[in-house]
């Protein structure tokens, strides 16, 4: 029999292995990953420091021990390069290997800001394990580090390292920390609660340039200042993997194009995780990719489930001053912000007052039963 192919064993790809399990027990299934295929907890990789966790004691199980469990076959160190949907195979380091089904889970790249000087590639980007190993093997020592990007990763990671003892120096062009997510009031709430932990904000700032400086770093900000660190870290956003989806002629948005049920525009291809757009929707984040999952796994079983997305706020991991968010989606209105800062209840209604998305910071985030029976969902 011809398996279901995976490619990616992140919370993805894993997720609808376990759950294509609970309904199919028989069919081969081999996933596929250019890493090492450890099963880990991604959002483990920004609080690490402050629960005391060194980078392998975030490996939940290894590959073989999920290959044995999910009675699966699960190939490491593996890249796939190539999609034909027409003969249905995939190229694996350079051989073909056939699929009855294929499921996208291959996650998501960071993005990188341009940036000048001789120490670009000296610049981390933390969007898996194996770059956490590498990221805190450099921050061995370090006593200071400058992070580009003011959203929701690097929030947490500056909180993280504040907690370590570690000086943190956080560069972002906008006016107040995740201000794409958050309005004004609530950011500045989560603005000074880092700054009370020692970070320094340089925000309606940029970074031109990372140039070597002994066994450091000097960089410099457009906006004429210069800061010394020990390490860099840049954390300004993600693109989707689409490059093997759109070299295969699938259609492909923000992310892979798929359907309720998690369909491709190849009917034999689905896709789900931080590759996926669903109805349009590209949401990176560990919810929505797990209720994907649970569809999808009954779906490749044989049972034609769509995914039902339901309020899915998103927790900030930022101690300093907890934030749950769920932001509106498109629909027009306005925010509404009662409360005293840290504290703050920030509601998003529409022209009619529903409530279509809200923020809620530091002791408010105790009210989050409330407000996810009140919002509506995200696909009903
Ligand atoms: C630091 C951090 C903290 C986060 N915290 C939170 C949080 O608190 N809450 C939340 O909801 N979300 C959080 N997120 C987001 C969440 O972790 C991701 O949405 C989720 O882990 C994505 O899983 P994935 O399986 O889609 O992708 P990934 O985990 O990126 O997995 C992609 C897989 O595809 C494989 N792959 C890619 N290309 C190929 C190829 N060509 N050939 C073979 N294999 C390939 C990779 O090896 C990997 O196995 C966080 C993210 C980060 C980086």
Not at 92 to 120: M, W
Not at 279 to 303: H, S
């Amino acid at each position: 029999m011809q398996p279901i192919v995976v490619i990616g064993t992140g919370l993805a790809g894993y997720g609808v292995a376990r759950e294509f399990r609970k309904h199919d027990r028989h069919t081969p299934l081999i996933l596929i990953t250019r890493d090492d295929g450890a099963s880990y907890y991604k959002p483990d990789l920004s609080e690490a420091l402050t629960k005391g966790n060194a980078p392998e004691d975030l490996v939940k199980k290894p590959a073989a021990r999920m290959a044995e469990e999910l009675d699966i076959e699960v190939r490491a160190d593996s890249e796939v390069s190539d999609i034909d949907t027409g003969a249905r195979t995939v190229t694996v380091n350079g051989e073909a290997l056939a699929y009855t089904k294929l499921v996208l889970a291959n996650g998501a790249s960071q993005l990188s800001v341009p940036l000048g000087g001789d120490a670009v590639a000296d610049v981390h980007h933390v969007n898996s394990l194996a770059d956490y190993r590498v990221f805190r093997r450099d921050l061995n020592g370090a006593r200071r580090v400058l992070i580009i990007g003011a959203g929701l990763i690097g929030c947490e990671f500056a909180n993280d390292l504040a907690n370590a003892g570690i000086a943190v120096d956080s560069v972002d062009p906008v006016d107040w920390p995740l201000q794409r997510l958050l309005p004004e009031e609530a950011g500045r709430a989560l603005q000074s609660a880092l700054a009370e932990q020692g970070v320094q904000w340089h925000l309606g700032d940029t970074v031109s340039s990372v140039e070597r400086d002994g066994d450091g770093f000097r960089v410099s900000l457009s906006g004429g200042g210069e800061v010394s660190v020990d390490l860099v870290l840049s954390a300004v956003g993600l693109r989707p993997n689409t490059a093997l989806a759109e070299a295969a002629g699938l259609r492909t948005a923000t992310g892979v194009s798929v359907d309720r049920h998690l369909r491709s525009s190849d009917p034999q291809v689905y896709a789900l995780g931080d590759v996926a757009e669903v109805e349009g929707q590209f949401l990176p984040f560990v919810m929505p990719l797990m209720n994907a999952a649970r569809a999808l796994g009954r779906t490749l079983a044989g049972e034609d489930t769509p995914v039902r997305y339901p309020v899915m706020p998103v927790t900030v991991k930022t101690p300093a001053c907890p934030v749950i968010v769920y932001p509106p989606r498109g629909a027009a209105g306005q925010w509404q912000v009662a409360g005293e800062a840290p504290s703050l209840e920030a509601r998003y209604v529409d022209a009619a007052g529903n409530l279509i998305g809200y923020a809620l910071t530091g002791e408010a985030t105790g009210k989050r039963g409330q407000y996810m029976r009140e919002a509506p969902p995200v696909l009903g």
